[in-house]
Each structure stands twice: as C-alpha cells, then as structure tokens.
C-alpha cells in the first residue's frame, strides 16, 4: 500500500486498537499467573503435589514476569474462505507474535506463537503455494519499540491468493538495521529454509553449514525456541544446552531466548562444562595437538583399564560368624573378565564385580542355611576382605590421578600409549617435571578435556535434553567426545562453517565431526544466502575463500547495498583513526578489528584521539602487546581465548544505552560470531602471519560487517586479497565499492 493510501491509515488504526486489546490481555495473563500462585500455595495437596504445582506456577509467572517489552505481534495471516483451498482454517485471521495470548487458557488466541503449526504459513506461503493464506500482512514497528501502539509505523499486505509475490521492504528494514547492543531475534525474518531447519523433529540431529551473514547462529537459537515450545517435558527434564565459543558471543545471544519467551536454557561455553579446575598450565604446540587428537581416547582407555588386574586376582575368604565362605580365584578372574566384556563405566564395573561376588558367596550361604536377608548382604558387600581385594584387581580410579600418573610417568605412558602415539609423542606430550601428587598438579586447558575422557569413562555424567553446538567447526575430536557424553540419547543441532576453522585440529569435513560427536547420521544442511553481509563484501570474502582448505559453497548475498574500502597507507594508526572518526559519522556499532598484539596499542591510540572504545581490560593494558602475551595453545582458539568475555570489553560492552558501545576494539581471535555495522580492519596481513591457520582468521574478520568494511594497511595485502590482475598499491591509493 502507498503511504498516502486511506486504507492505510485505516488499518493501521485498527491494528493499534487491537494491539493496545492485547496489551490488557497480556497483563492480565501475567496478573493471572501470580494470583494463581498465591492460590495454589495455599491449596490442598500432598507435599510432592503442592511441590510440583508450585515450581510449574513460580516457573510460569517468572516466565511471564521477565518477558522483554516489545510488540505483541510482527505478522498476521487471513486465510481464504474455501474450505477446500485452507481446510479448518478457513475464514480465519491469526496474528503471529512471540508469545500466545489469550483471554483466557480455553479462549481462542489474540495472537498465536511463532511456533505454533499455523504460523508455519507465515512463514512457508508464497505466491507459487499459497497454503490457503489469502492475505499475508507484516507490521513494520520503530526501532526499540517497547511495545507502545504508537509504534506502530506501517504495514504491507501480499495477496498470495492472488498470485502477488513481492520483496517485503519491512523484511529488508529488519535486516538492515544498525546492530546495537546484543543479537536480536528474528522470529518476524525468519526465511523458508531457515524454518525448515528450526522445525526439524526432535529425534532428527541437524547440521547448518552455514556462510557467513545466513543466520546460522539464530537458526540454532530458534530451533532451540520451538523445541521447548513442542517438546517440553521431554527437553526441560534433560535441560537444554546452548555451547557457545566463547563469553563475549554467549553474552551477544543471551537476550535471543528470553525475547522469545524461553528462559532457564543453560549457555556456557564447553570449558565451563568441563572446568574441573582453573587452568595453570600452558602446553606446547605440539603438546596440545596431541591432546586433542581422537587417538588420546585410546590412551586413556588403555591407562585406566590398566589399573584391572584379572591376573593378580586371589580366593576370596569371607568370615561370617562360625562360617567360611570362599570364592576361588578362577572364580574371581572369571567375574573380572565377564565384567570387562559388558564395557560398563569403570565405578560401574568395579561395583558389578562386587555384587557378582557377593552373589556367589550368598549361593553357598543359602545352600547351607537358608535365604538371607538383605542386611546380611550388605554386611557382606562391604566386608574389609571383599574391599580389600576389589582394590588389588579393579582399584578405584579419580582422572586426576589417572592423567597424572599417565603424564608423569614415562613407563605408564609408554605402555598405555604402545602402537599408538609414537616414542617423539610420547616425549612432547610427557611432563617434563612431575608434580608431587596429583593434588599439587597444574592443569592446561587442554589437559581438561583429556580429564573429562577420563571422568566419562569412570562414570557416565548426566545427559541433556538437546544440545545446540555453535561455531562447531573448531571443536578438537576430543571435544567433540565431550559433547557426545552429554547428549548419548539426545538429538544436537551442529552449527559451523569450515571456512572459519581457526584452531590447529580444527575439522576439516563434516562427516568426521559429526562421528566424534555421535551422530554419524546427522543432515547437513547448507546455507550461503547472506541476509546481512553486504555484496561486496561478500565479494571480497569469497575472493579469500578460494584458497582455503575447506570445501564449503561461496555465500551469495540478498543485498548489493554497503560499501567496501581498501586503503593502503604509510601511517595505519592514523588511518585506522580517521576511518573510525568517518564511521561516527554513520549510525550503528563500530568494530576495529586487527591482529592481537596490535589491538591494544590500536585502543589507546584511538582514546588519545577522542574516540574511547571497550576492549580487552580484562587482560590489562598490555593484554596483546606482542611483548607482553604469550599464547596459550592449548586453548580452544590456539591463543587462550576461551575466557575472553563481555567484562573485557568495560562493563557496558553490551549496553546500547552506554556511550561507549558503539566502538569496540577486538582483537582477531576473539571476533567470531560477533558482527557490527561498521569494521575498520587493519593490517590483514598481520592477521595471516599471526597462526597457521591465519587465512582462515582473516575470513572470519572480513565478515564481520553489516555494512561497511573499511580496510586499512600498510604492508602489502595477502595475496588471496588481491585480484589477479593487481599488483601491490602504492601508499595513498583507495580502492571503494559500493
């Protein structure tokens, strides 16, 4: 409809008015969900009734109680009136919104949720299958509406009953709105082949390869959505898990959920799934790839069923009372090696050779005097002989000392690890001065992941319901083994692109990956339509893609607006501050990206020149200065990044209300899954020759622009950067698309 349209105005009047009637509904919901705690505290019902009542009422006005403020709804479809053409829908009008509202429960809904199966129309009819929708309608709202009817600033109708397919300009406004503050949800954006994916059944493991700018990351986060909103019982008896790769994306994503009425989801990164203990210790290179290699499984293995010991095994001589019960040793050995057969968890097979033993002596017992009762039987199970010699043929195991004594001891090592890692890696991977006891040991981040091999095989931990795992492609093979002990029964949703694996043993094709993490089955899905990078950028990014080692299909972008500039210079300090000085002048977030050593330096020089920005604070000043940091590389991003998170950027990194958001200086390591409007790069080559995957590093810090990418340098660029028929610019020259 045009502006000046009269049944413009008219609608959007209408649609106010209900708006504002959806408003009450929905405080009167949330009035309605409190009082009827205060009603069922005080109900009758038995201690676990009144118990499981009250949780699930606190759980549901808590829910209602922190629903961000915002539009009720973004969508509505009205369906044709033939029953033939939209079945038990037809005549209908559904407004399409984050959360159902209602009158009341048994009332029909004012809005219904993104979720439900008639939203699915919102989003999968089109002019070609309409799917019984006459009428598809989107509301266009102010940026940061708080829900107020007033914002309601304009709406478009596609009549796709009639054959109308148009581009949606409130879709595009969306997408190309100036990033502020943390990610947004894109229940009103969400593409056909996005919500085929978020859909997909709960029994079904997905994986997006996604390129850069497709929303990969908000797929996963949806899918998480709609998987509590169908399944939840079955998924919040598990938990849901959302891994991320580091604390400044989980804090960039933490309002997602919530904005879509999910809360109680656990996000953490896998160093704090598996942080037995701070990390200490810092590993060599080699040290560390060793560690994460799939082959330590077998090692482990191999060291923790070394401590059994069917051989060493003697009779068994159990007093009771005026009676001798005796087990013989072939006996004992028998059970042993029975028992190892079953493959149970090691404190789950020492505990099945007890009580395969005590069997034995209550078989004699009751062919002598009878039945026994259970206190007798536990009398026997805990009897000092029987202990005593469970812990000479299956001791009971800790991983710290397991790894400890495998690390420590070059003839352990040596003997767990025969035909399998070769004598150079045992050597690189020993310690070279042992500690004490494993109490006194130092840990290494990478030593973790081998400890919770360890503590997996000891005693399985508990699972989850489901499992979102972002920015997969740098999980290790032992980290992805990690994942895969949490989620055994579980279906997970595998978000990466190979193209942006940076870390040493980081995958190289999904099948492999996807093996480690259990679910050899799982569908790969692609994605390369790019919603928010711009086309020239895009351009540039796949120009670098080519010489990549990673077989992946280019990213095609929607958009050929943004603007692309290469600028080399003599000075790229002061360059780099007059590029931040021409964003200011832009709206949306600024992001300075350059290699670590130089992030610091970069930071300070912008602050002299009047343009504070976040940074690495938590690392103190000299954080990335090449004299000052040492690189951990067992961490999971090869520079001991893991810990990196939104207190390193000043406490209100994520604030769109703080005058010191808009400009972030980030060091390369720590940039993926982030975004900004506007990328001042500086020095790319610095980037490639900072690690061995450092192309690969300088494709993730090309796309981390919505709009403008603004590249500054002084020594020549990569060559993957340079077209073929260009030779290295002289100081002073710009080249600029748009």
């Known amino acids: 409809m045009a502006h000046d349209d009269p049944a413009l105005a008219d609608a959007l009047i209408s649609e106010r008015t209900y708006h504002d009637a959806c408003r009450a509904a929905l405080d009167a919901m949330v009035d309605g969900a409190q009082e009827l705690v205060t009603v069922g505290e005080s109900a009758f019902a038995s201690g676990a009734d009144a118990e499981v009542l009250g949780y699930r009422l606190r759980s549901q006005a808590k829910e209602f109680r922190e629903l961000p403020k915002g539009p009720l709804f973004f969508g509505r479809v009205d369906f044709e009136a033939d029953p033939q053409a939209a079945g038990h829908h037809a005549g209908q009008a559904y407004h399409v919104g984050r959360v159902r509202i209602a009158h009341d429960p048994s009332a029909p809904p004012m809005v219904v949720d993104w979720r439900a199966p008639v939203a699915r129309m919102f989003y999968q009819a089109s002019a070609r299958d309409p799917q019984g929708v006459a009428v598809r309608r989107r509301f266009g709202w102010s940026p940061a509406s708080r829900g107020d009817s007033a914002d309601l600033t304009g709406l478009e109708d596609e009549h796709l009953g009639d054959g109308e397919a148009r581009e949606s300009s409130i879709v595009a406004g969306e997408i190309e709105r100036p990033r502020v503050g943390p990610m947004r949800d894109i229940a009103a954006t969400i593409q056909p082949e996005q919500d085929d994916l978020v859909r997909a059944e709960l029994a079904t493991s997905v994986c997006v390869q996604g390129a850069p700018g497709t929303g990969k990351t908000a797929v996963g986060l949806h899918r998480a959505a709609y998987?509590?909103?169908?399944?939840?019982q079955r998924i919040r008896r598990g938990g849901m898990l959302i891994l991320g790769p580091n604390r400044a994306f989980l804090s960039y994503i933490s309002a997602v959920l919530p904005a879509l009425g999910e809360t109680g989801v656990r996000q953490a990164t896998l160093e704090d799934e598996i942080a037995r203990h701070p990390v200490t210790a810092y590993d060599s290179d080699a040290a560390a790839a060793l560690k994460h290699d799939a082959r330590m499984a077998e090692v482990l293995h191999g060291a923790l069923y070394a401590r059994v010991t069917a051989h060493a095994a003697s009779a068994l001589v159990l007093p009771d009372g005026s009676y001798r019960w005796r087990v013989a040793e072939d006996e004992v050995a028998r059970i042993i090696r029975d028992v190892r057969t079953e493959e149970l968890p090691y404190a789950a097979g020492r505990e099945r050779v007890r009580s395969r033993i005590v069997r034995a002596v209550e078989q004699q017992a009751e062919r002598r005097a009878g039945p026994r009762t259970s206190t007798w039987l536990q009398k026997i199970a805990r009897a000092r002989p029987l202990t005593g010699l469970l812990d000479a043929v299956w001791p009971a195991a800790h991983p710290e000392a397991v790894l400890a004594d495998l690390l420590g001891r070059p003839e352990t090592l040596a003997a767990a690890a025969d035909g399998i890692l070769t004598p150079v890696e045992q050597e690189a991977l020993a310690w070279p001065r042992p500690p004490r006891s494993p109490r006194s040991a130092r840990w290494s981040a990478a030593d973790l992941v081998l400890l919770d091999?360890?503590?997996?095989?000891?005693?399985?931990?508990?699972?989850?319901?489901?499992?979102v795992v972002d920015e997969a492609q740098d999980l290790s093979p032992m980290q992805a083994r990690a994942i895969a002990r949490r989620s055994p029964f579980a279906s997970v949703t595998v978000l990466g692109d190979l193209a942006q694996a940076t870390t040493p043993w980081a995958a190289r094709d999904w099948p492999e990956l996807l093996a480690h993490l259990g679910k050899p089955d799982a569908v790969v899905t692609p994605l390369t339509m790019g919603f928010r990078i711009p086309g020239p950028v895009a351009d540039l990014a796949n120009r670098v893609l080519r010489h990549l080692d990673a077989d992946v299909p280019p990213a095609r972008s929607l958009r050929r607006d943004g603007d692309l500039t290469i600028e080399a210079t003599d000075d790229a300090t002061a360059a780099t501050v007059a590029a931040v000085a021409a964003a200011m002048g832009h709206a949306g977030s600024i992001g300075v990206i350059a290699a670590d050593t130089e992030s610091a330096r970069l930071r300070r020089a912008l602050g002299a020149a009047g343009f504070p920005a976040s940074g690495p604070d938590a690392f103190g000043p000299d954080a990335f200065d090449s004299d000052a940091f040492v690189p951990d590389a067992s961490g999971p991003d090869s520079l001991g990044l893991d810990s990196f998170g939104p207190d390193s950027f000043g406490p209100d990194a994520l604030n769109p209300d703080s005058p010191g958001t808009r400009l972030t200086v980030v060091p390369a390591t720590a940039a993926k899954g982030l975004e900004y409007d506007h990328v001042v790069l500086v020095e790319p080559s610095s980037?490639?020759?900072?690690?061995?995957?450092?192309?690969?590093?300088?494709?993730?810090?090309?796309t981390r622009a919505v709009s403008r990418l603004h590249i500054v340098h002084a020594a020549p660029l990569p060559l993957a950067m340079r077209p073929h028929e260009a030779s290295p610019q002289p100081a002073g020259h710009q080249m600029q698309a748009s």
């Open 453 to 467: 091999e360890l503590a997996g095989l000891i005693e399985r931990p508990a699972g989850y319901g489901h499992i």
């Open 227 to 232: 998987l509590l909103y169908t399944h939840p």
């Open 687 to 702: 980037i490639v020759d900072a690690e061995a995957r450092g192309l690969n590093r300088l494709y993730v810090a090309l």
